[in-house]
């Protein structure tokens, strides 16, 4: 039974492959847009890592350092959105 699903496995990779070679370059984002993204992504997930701490945190030092993080990082996706 593994041997089936590595094979199908196998097939799927190779229709991408197919796929992303038979599509216009026009169309594949830039390095750096990939870049772009990916660091966006990152950014939201370190914020509602962040959220979820404040919600729990009941220490107001603590509390004023999530704030003061969470300000640096939403001044950082705001700047990734506007490029």
């Given amino acids: 039974m593994a041997k089936g699903w590595e094979s199908k496995a196998v097939e799927e990779q190779q229709e991408e492959a197919a796929r992303t070679q038979a599509a216009p370059e026009s169309s594949a984002p830039s390095a750096d847009d990939a870049e772009r993204r990916q660091r966006r992504e990152s950014?939201?997930?370190?914020?509602?890592?962040?959220?979820?701490?404040?919600?729990?945190?009941?220490?107001v030092s603590h509390r004023q350092m999530l704030?003061?993080?969470?300000?640096?990082?939403?001044?950082?996706?705001?700047g990734l959105t506007d490029k």
């Fill in 43 to 59: 950014l939201q997930l370190t914020r509602s890592h962040l959220l979820t701490q404040l919600k729990n945190s009941q220490m």
């Fill in 67 to 78: 704030h003061q993080s969470l300000r640096a990082l939403e001044e950082e996706l705001a």
